[in-house]
């Protein structure tokens, strides 16, 4: 561990006294599964990561790109590295006692299984709509039990506070404005992807606290 670190103790007592120890051991103990690392789930795992989460499991089979600086939370130094071990890094050095888990892979109805039987809320952070239903159909059929938070809308200059959680079911909850898309005009902004990403992060936060939408 780099010496300028802070200890772990030291650093779990200033997560305990910003949450509450009880809270923030149900933070520490929890297995977030983030598909997708692009403008939503960079943003998520930070925040989540921020949040004191103990354990993360990173899906993206993409590498770092030019294009992706103006919205993710990548550095110009990391083009070219696959998204995963990029984000890694990043959480790393905010989080230097995080779990991660990383799978530099697509993930398809043949691997969703394997891919996601650990972790205890999952997170859609897809830009497909293909691969957005895949996932939510997956996630659906084969473990109703687990909380699945997916995204939809939040393309263009609308005011932020059409941004919303919504639950869908009582596992289920979409975040977004529902109607906003890439190509109806001039698609993903920095502020208004963040502001989906966070939604997704604090109804993550919200559910592990035992706090649900009605």
Not at 32 to 44: E, M, P, T
Not at 139 to 152: G, N, Q, R, T
Not at 161 to 174: A, D
Request: proline content about 3%; overall charge negative; glycine content about 8%.
């Amino acid at each position: 561990m780099n010496p300028s670190y802070p200890t772990k103790e030291a650093f779990f007592n200033a997560l305990n006294a910003r949450h509450g120890k009880e809270l923030q051991a149900c933070f520490s103990g929890a297995h977030v599964a983030i598909c997708g690392l692009g403008g939503l789930g960079s943003n998520i795992a930070l925040s989540l990561a921020r949040a004191g989460v103990g354990k993360l499991t990173l899906i993206d089979f993409d590498k770092v790109d030019l294009s992706n600086l103006h919205r993710q939370q990548y550095l110009a130094t990391q083009i070219g590295l696959p998204k995963t071990q990029a984000l890694k890094q990043v959480l790393q050095s905010v989080a230097p006692y995080i779990e991660l888990t990383l799978h530099t892979c697509r993930v398809t109805e043949d691997n969703l299984q394997e891919l996601l039987a650990d972790a205890d809320i999952i997170c859609e952070a897809f830009d497909c709509a293909e691969a957005k239903a895949m996932l939510v159909n997956g996630v659906l059929e084969h473990f109703p039990d687990k909380y699945l938070i997916a995204a939809s809308g939040m393309a263009g200059l609308a005011s932020a506070n059409t941004i919303q959680t919504r639950k869908i079911s009582k596992h289920f909850y979409l975040c977004g404005d529902g109607t906003s898309d890439i190509a109806d005009g001039m698609g993903l902004v920095a502020p208004r992807v963040m502001l989906c990403a966070a939604h997704q992060a604090h109804m993550a936060l919200r559910i592990l606290a035992g706090e649900y939408e009605v």
